[in-house]
């Protein structure tokens, strides 16, 4: 236990501050236990004083993840964040979500240096994979992020056939993003994520630098038991076959997955050795509406529960 504390430490240590969910000492955040107890009614459990976060980890996944095999968004899954929030009051609501910002999944994230060897831009639905380009791109217009000659952009998209909501005319119309001046669209229309990563980065008007970048798509293939790719599988995928040197690299994503993503890619960099990739994040914020919160909520319950089952598996 004691080697499990100490290196818990050192990782938390080394993962920037914007989404932190145990202390210096390993120990859950306050935020994440008064989470819990305003959460006490709907999952009949009770907070223990002083649980660790390995302990808070198997009450987490059995409360809070979403029905195994179901994409976020899924019926299923809609249905399990409904029955989560189901009885707790609007203020309430609004009290974890509050915490849930000081947990640095609600505003947008920024790296503390501005330039990286690798930008890494997770795959996703087509409208997400939309919003984490444009920010890229916007942050780089800003002077917020510069492109070196040699920074290498990869696109970390994997086997998925594409949802019934990302049909004809949400691939052909980017919208509320500029579609660039002379695209063309295919001849035939992606039916899957890693067709749609290229369509996605081809239509969309983007800052001159970071246009001029060809990126490299991994296209990362699923395991035969699963229904698509995880970001596991593009990252190590990226990893094994490219043997990136080491470094400085930039996870992009959106929240509230930013934090999640960047410790699981630097818990995969850690179990394949690639020690030497120092990684920063960055990724637009989210916002909760009135007709949508109990979604949102649910989605942010779901992830948390992931980053401590992440978190925790670093020791093995």
């Known amino acids: 236990m004691a080697r499990y504390v100490f290196t818990l430490l050192l990782f938390c ?115 997400n994979m939309r919003k984490r380009i444009m920010f ?7 002077g917020k992020i510069k492109l070196k000659v040699n920074t290498q952009v990869v696109f970390l998209d994997g086997e998925r056939k594409l949802f019934p909501s990302e049909n004809t005319e949400n691939l052909m119309n980017p919208a509320p993003y500029p579609i660039r001046t002379g695209w063309e669209a295919p001849s035939q229309l992606p039916t899957d994520e890693r067709e749609a990563a290229e369509l996605v980065w081809n239509e969309l008007d ?46 992009v994503s959106n929240n509230p997955y930013i934090y999640y993503q960047s410790l699981l890619t630097k818990v995969i960099f850690k179990k394949m050795g690639l020690n030497g990739i120092v990684l920063e994040s960055l990724g637009s914020g989210t916002q909760t509406g009135k007709d949508t919160e109990n979604v949102d909520l649910g989605l942010m319950l779901d992830n948390l529960a992931r980053t401590f089952y992440t978190l925790t598996s670093i020791h093995e």
């Open 206 to 251: 983007l800052t001159p630098a970071l246009r001029a970048k060809q990126p490299l798509f991994v296209h990362a293939e699923k395991k035969l038991t699963a229904q698509r790719a995880e970001t596991e599988d593009c990252v190590m995928k990226w990893a094994s076959q490219y043997h990136p040197q080491p470094g400085t690299a930039l996870v």
């Open 136 to 142: 890229l791109s916007d942050a780089i217009r800003d």
């Open 13 to 127: 240590l080394a993962i920037p501050a914007f989404g932190k969910i145990v202390d210096s000492n390993g120990n859950p955040l306050p935020e994440v236990l008064q989470i819990l107890r305003l959460m006490e009614k709907s999952t009949s459990y009770k907070v223990i004083p002083g649980a660790s976060a390995k302990e808070l980890t198997s009450v987490l996944q059995e409360k809070f993840i979403r029905p195994k095999g179901a994409e976020r968004l899924a019926p299923a899954s809609l249905a399990h964040y409904h029955h989560l929030m189901k009885g707790l009051s609007q203020g309430n609501k609004k009290k974890i979500q509050a915490l849930f910002r000081k947990l640095g999944d609600v505003d947008p994230v920024f790296p503390t240096q501005k330039e990286f060897d690798f930008i890494l831009i997770n795959g996703s639905t087509v409208q």
